[in-house]
């Protein structure tokens, strides 16, 4: 999670093939996540760009104005991959 760049998302796919698990198993970690401002969970999108799940205090909202905040922009509720998406290659 710390080597998302300023101004990057990734998606739960994309940090589960770098991990060696699955999807699934990112999402619950970051749905555990206690530190979610140290550990920058509000960078996970799904692998269509949309914003979801947030346990971060504020919920969606919170996560929306963090990525837009890094210049990460949101339109209805997506981030475009082609622009924003680290990979972790």
Known sequence: MKKIPKGK???YKE???ACGTSPRA???M???NPYPQEYHCYKMVSSRGELCGYSGHGGL???KKLLEKEGIEVHNGKVD???FLFRFD
């Open 26 to 28: 990112v999402g619950r």
């Open 61 to 63: 909202k919170a996560k």
């Open 81 to 83: 991959l082609k622009r």
């Open 9 to 11: 998302v990734t998606t």
């Open 30 to 32: 970051m749905a555990c």
């Open 15 to 17: 940090l589960a093939r």
